[in-house]
């Protein structure tokens, strides 16, 4: 990608990544009982988030979004041309933080401190190489698999909303439908 095909793809990202984050929020706004963030219904050797979680909860993917997606955006905005990804190691956002409203201001305010970052990013930030897990991206095509990332896992909180009874905003049905997405 050269000039500003870039930038243009990345003003589309920006606007669907506030978007995701938005329809996230309207899921867990459906959640009245704290109970519910650390519930497990479905209890077996499969039921795990990669191999340093061995249960997934709603409280667990709202945490995994908040340190996954800040460290990511973080790393890619080094001042280097080729960037290794490396696995989170910001656990201390979370320390002392309960699930329920503690937890979503969390959510909100790490979000608002990566759209910062991401604001800053431009279009050599977008054209360098990072590398994850094997993989080596773009930087705008690793902010693509975040968006994805994002969207898988919020896929796993509607089914564990509806093992729990509530039923979840419909996906898509974004908050936000005065402005033209993308």
């Known amino acids: 990608m050269k000039n500003n095909a870039a ?7 920006l606007s669907l990544h506030e978007q995701l984050f938005l329809q996230t929020l309207n ?4 959640i009245d009982n704290d109970e519910i963030y650390n519930k497990i219904f479905i209890d077996n050797n499969v039921m ?4 340093r979680v061995n249960k997934i909860t709603i409280g667990g993917l709202i945490r995994h979004f908040v340190l996954a997606e800040i460290h990511w955006f973080e790393i890619m905005k080094e001042d280097k041309e080729e960037i ?12 002392h933080i309960k699930d329920g409203n503690d937890l979503i201001e969390r959510y909100k305010e790490v979000f608002a401190k990566g759209k910062k970052i991401l604001e800053t990013y431009t279009e050599k930030d977008l054209n ?7 993989r080596k991206y773009t ?14 896992h919020l896929g796993q909180i509607d089914m564990l909303m509806r093992q729990h009874e509530i039923y979840p905003a419909e ?9 033209v997405i993308g």
């Open 7 to 13: 930038l243009v793809e990345f003003n589309r990202f």
């Open 27 to 30: 899921l867990l706004n459906d």
């Open 48 to 51: 795990y988030l990669g191999t």
């Open 84 to 95: 290794m990804i490396p696995k989170p190691d910001n656990a201390s956002l979370l320390e």
């Open 128 to 134: 360098k190489t990072v590398s994850f897990m094997g």
């Open 139 to 152: 930087t705008m095509g690793f902010l693509w698999v975040t968006f994805g990332h994002h969207s898988y």
């Open 171 to 179: 996906y898509m049905e974004w908050p936000n439908n005065e402005t």
